[in-house]
């Protein structure tokens, strides 16, 4: 006799797998703050330059001259150089403070005078500032190669020269002023010793701010 036919058992339902939605994590939440801030700061930046269009200062080097001039057999120098560094400021809505100004005048990259007592001075909005600077040699000791390339420059007639400027400033827009930041301006005129006569000639200067 046959054994009886046991029907398959059925199978169980497969599960159903749900898909549920990430919690929105806190790191992508402030990534998305700070690019949006971004932007809008980036916005705003570029709106102000519009309105205010910023152009940069203009300095050169005028009427540079020397008197007292002496540079003994020993190298020791002594004079007095004077120039007006004219300032030129094309801003539309920008002013200026002056806050600290320092010069030194410096001879193939020694220094030879420095002076931190100019006055410090506010410049209205397009506007052309002379100042007039004194650098005062008193006995200066100059290297040998150095006191050498001087004289052969001053039996030439003209020297040229390194007139180095630092100064803090601030912005002025309305009533809105700047923190204090850093100019540095170089120019190199020639001094003339004929006769201790002024050079006239304008010596453009180059400026980072």
């Not at 939605?21 to 330059?49: D, E, M």
């Not at 002496?70 to 403070?97: D, E, Q, W």
């Not at 002076?115 to 650098?135: A, D």
């Amino acid at each position: 006799m046959a054994p009886p036919v046991v029907p398959p058992r059925p199978q169980p339902p497969t599960p159903r797998v749900v898909k549920t939605r990430q919690p929105f994590s806190l790191c992508r939440c402030i990534a998305i703050s700070l690019l949006t801030l971004l932007i809008i700061v980036g916005i705003v930046v570029l709106i102000i330059w519009l309105v205010l269009k910023p152009h940069k200062m203009v300095y050169s080097i005028e009427n540079s001259s020397i008197h007292d001039y002496n540079l003994t057999n020993s190298n020791h120098l002594n004079a007095n150089f004077n120039f007006t560094l004219r300032a030129y400021n094309p801003n539309k809505r920008i002013s200026i403070y002056y806050d600290y100004i320092e010069v030194k005048l410096i001879f193939n990259s020694q220094q030879i005078a420095f002076n931190n007592i100019v006055e410090p001075f506010y410049q209205p909005r397009r506007n052309v500032t002379h100042l007039n600077v004194s650098l005062l040699t008193n006995d200066v000791v100059l290297y040998k190669d150095i006191a050498r390339d001087f004289k052969t420059q001053r039996s030439g007639g003209d020297v040229e020269v390194e007139v180095k400027i630092r100064a803090k400033i601030r912005f002025k827009v309305g009533a809105w002023k700047s923190n204090h930041r850093k100019l540095k301006i170089l120019c190199t005129p020639t001094v003339n010793f004929s006769n201790s006569r002024k050079n006239s000639k304008s010596f453009p200067c180059d400026v980072d701010v």
